[in-house]
């Protein structure tokens, strides 16, 4: 059974760093893609970022390049998400989730298992 648990989350100031982890237990393959979606009070949820367990190759939402990285340690089956330069607006309940198909292109429908979610909270 394939279990993904984010930690990480918190409050910060604007201009601040926070980085979330996502361990993931219960997929024994290598191709894979995992994401970090978003979702805001009384928004759609949206993908921030993903990546391809395989290669490393990595795609970002336009809202966030330049000051969030998704990054992997495979001996941990752990995918980080660093995020820099931190806006009120980024401020949501962060998921990661899995796509056993190995899709890394920031589709929600292709991923197939999801973590609880972690807060994170910028104020300004």
């Known amino acids: 059974q394939v279990q993904l648990v984010e930690s990480g989350g918190g409050l910060v100031q604007a201009g601040g760093s926070l980085r979330l982890s996502c361990a993931v237990s219960?997929?024994?393959?290598?191709?894979?893609?995992i994401g970090w979606f978003r979702q805001a009070p009384g928004k759609e949820r949206e993908a921030v970022a993903c990546?391809?367990?395989?290669?490393?190759?990595?795609n970002y939402a336009d809202s966030v390049k330049g000051r969030f990285t998704i990054s992997q340690d495979n001996d941990k089956n752990t995918v980080y998400l660093q995020m820099n330069d931190l806006k009120p607006g980024d401020t949501a309940v962060y998921y990661c989730?899995?796509?056993?198909?190995?899709?890394?292109?920031?589709?929600?429908?292709?991923?197939?298992?999801w973590g609880q979610g972690i807060q994170v909270t910028v104020s300004s």
């Open positions: 989730a899995l796509s056993e198909a190995g899709w890394y292109f920031l589709k929600l429908d292709d991923f197939n298992s």
């Open positions: 219960g997929f024994p393959y290598t191709y894979y893609g």
């Open positions: 990546i391809s367990g395989s290669d490393g190759s990595t």
